[in-house]
């Protein structure tokens, strides 16, 4: 039996990963990428405490967390394209109309 | 288990769920916006009156607990409920007139304001992650609507790569606060809260998650931008409806769940309250932009609701209910001119300088425009005025002085931004003669009703106010305060 800390700290790793990807990457696509990777990591976190407690409110909870993550994929990418469109690359420095 | 008794409980949002897949179901089989708009109309009224009703029915909890009904909940219903309501009324001459009106507008309208019933009456974390996501994955593909709009899908870009990391944040303080306390219903993580790292950082990660969707400062960024790019009138919608239910899901998660023995979490609003407030009033001064001015005046007010979520006590959150009910009213107003202006052809009306004039080609616009504003400053017959008032009494009563005298100095501030606008309507020459294109009835007797709302709550504020004082009953204060 492999205790539940080696899965919290894999989960808090991973979840580290991804929020540094946010903020370092520069396409759009990636940065998204980044974001689901942070919601998967906490996914683990959540199945590792259902386990550990035994009661599966947690994984009731990754359910919606997956169901969620792919309509965020739908709109998401959905607005990437609107944005290619328009700029004909995906990279967040060009999105520059607005500021301050 | 009793599934007609728990439907009826949450009748208002399973009207308005099912409304929007109807509407949407319409939309697919024949292009009418008429009878799409018109079964809107009627659905968010309907759940209007029903959840006016409530709130003067008996409290209690439905669908093994996950929501409940009555009272707090029942308020923030109303509120979103009415924000959605006079929001889509004047939405259908402005996305007209712009001619962009969609059928999924109103369809995405609804669904996302199933999502802000099921957060404001929240009882389980799962609640209030399924709402929240609900309400915002609709609005990001709401601020981008108008198809080929620069301006729009870069606005949908950010609020959406933002909101989605925010995602992240508040899904992972709710699996860490699941983990300290093995629930995930917020009154059982109440009982099991402590002050070890997993329940702090749990709580603490939630917050920032509430905090960015709620746009205080330091998450504040992607605000003035979202609102700038989005349609007027779909904006007003944003800054009234979805910071109502946020803000109503954050006060049942301060108030039920997060006890303040386990951490200091007032002094946490605090230093917020303080950083949103100055920030939103300091940046909204240099704004020339009338949207982006409203974002940041919307940043600013947030602040105020948090200094009534600091204080902590049953008289600042009844205060911050009825701010939000106040706020609601005046800035569906402001952006609803805002609308009627911006879509005249000729010039750019978003921008305050092409406001000079103004007031006088237009006497009605104008007046009403001034109505709103000086309620958004806090002048005292309107209804924002009372709302500040309430806020500011209950920040001094619980002993927050120096976050008092903030947010009165923050407020002094902010006159000048409201009142600019002003003074370019009425006190100086119009430079270019631009001809206004008349309102039509529905457009103009919705900002009526509007301004006479901020009017008459203004004024006869004492029963909406001690109906939410007596949310907060004498058990309720004795469990809180009394620890």
Redesign the interface.
Same mark, same amino acid.
């Given at each position: 039996m492999i205790s539940i800390d080696w899965f919290l700290a894999l989960s808090a790793l991973l979840f580290c990963v991804g929020m540094i990807g946010v903020l370092v990457r520069k396409n759009a696509i990636v940065i998204f990428m980044c974001v689901e990777l942070m919601l998967n990591a906490v996914n683990l976190s959540l199945v590792s405490f259902s386990s550990h407690y035994g009661n599966v409110d947690g994984q009731i909870l990754v359910f919606f967390a997956l169901a969620v993550a792919a309509a965020e994929a739908v709109v998401g990418l959905a607005i990437i394209i609107a944005i290619f469109r328009n700029n004909l690359s995906v990279d967040i420095n060009n999105v520059n109309l607005m500021r301050w | 288990m009793d599934y007609l008794h728990d439907i009826n409980a949450f009748l208002p949002g399973v009207i308005v769920a099912l409304a929007g897949l109807v509407t949407i179901t319409i939309d697919a089989y024949k292009n009418d916006h008429g009878s799409i708009y018109g079964l809107t109309v009627f659905s968010l009224l309907a759940g209007l009156i029903l959840s006016v009703m409530d709130m003067f029915g008996p409290v209690g909890e439905a669908f093994t607990g996950m929501i409940t009904y009555g009272g707090v909940s029942a308020f923030g219903s109303s509120v979103v409920l009415f924000g959605a309501l006079f929001c889509v009324l004047i939405s259908r001459e402005y996305l007209s007139a712009i001619d962009h009106e969609y059928g999924e507008v109103y369809s995405l309208l609804l669904i996302a304001t199933a999502g802000m019933l099921g957060l404001v009456s929240a009882n389980n +974390?799962?609640m209030i @992650?399924?709402g929240i996501?609900t309400m915002s994955?609709c609005l990001?593909?709401l601020a981008?609507i108008i198809?080929g709009q620069?301006?729009g899908?870069?606005?949908?870009?950010?609020y959406? +790569?933002l909101g989605? @990391?925010s995602?992240?944040f508040l899904?992972?303080g709710?699996?860490?606060l699941?983990?300290a306390t093995?629930?995930?219903y917020l009154t059982e993580i109440a009982e099991g809260a402590s002050s070890d790292l997993l329940f702090i950082a749990g709580a603490a990660l939630l917050l920032v998650g509430f905090f960015f969707k709620v746009s205080a400062v330091p998450f504040h960024m992607w605000t003035?931008?979202v609102y700038?790019?989005t349609p007027t009138t779909i904006t007003a919608y944003m800054a009234t409806a979805s910071k109502s239910a946020a803000f109503v899901a954050l006060l049942i998660v301060l108030s039920k769940m997060i006890p303040a023995e386990t951490a200091n979490w007032a002094g946490v609003i605090e230093v917020i309250a303080i950083l949103t407030m100055v920030m939103g009033n300091l940046?909204a001064i240099v704004q020339d932009n009338i949207k982006r001015m409203l974002a940041y005046s919307s940043i600013a007010h947030a602040g105020y609701l948090l200094v009534g979520l600091a204080a902590g006590t049953p008289e600042g959150y009844s205060a911050v209910l009825f701010y939000l009910f106040a706020y609601t009213i005046m800035n569906i107003g402001a952006f609803g001119v805002v609308a009627y202006y911006e879509r005249q052809q000729g010039l750019d009306f978003t921008d305050i300088n092409n406001y000079v004039g103004l007031g006088f080609k237009k006497p009605l616009m104008g007046v009403l425009l001034s109505f709103f504003l000086f309620s958004l400053v806090g002048i005292p017959p309107f209804v924002g005025f009372v709302g500040k008032y309430l806020i500011f009494a209950a920040a001094i009563n619980a002993g927050y002085i120096a976050l008092a005298v903030i947010l009165a100095l923050a407020s002094a501030a902010s006159v000048y931004y409201y009142l600019r606008p002003m003074v370019y309507m009425y006190f100086k020459d119009p430079h270019k003669d631009v001809p206004l294109v008349r309102s039509g009835i529905v457009f103009r007797s919705t900002l009526v009703v509007l301004a006479a709302l901020t009017l008459y709550f203004g004024i006869a504020f004492g029963d909406l106010h001690n109906l939410l004082s007596s949310f907060y009953t004498a058990d309720w204060v004795t469990h809180l305060v009394g620890q």
């Open positions: - | +974390l799962i @992650f399924i996501e994955i990001y593909v981008g198809k620069k301006i899908a870069e606005a949908s870009l950010k959406f +790569l989605a @990391f995602t992240g899904l992972y709710m699996a860490l699941y983990g093995g629930s995930l003035p931008d700038q790019g940046i």
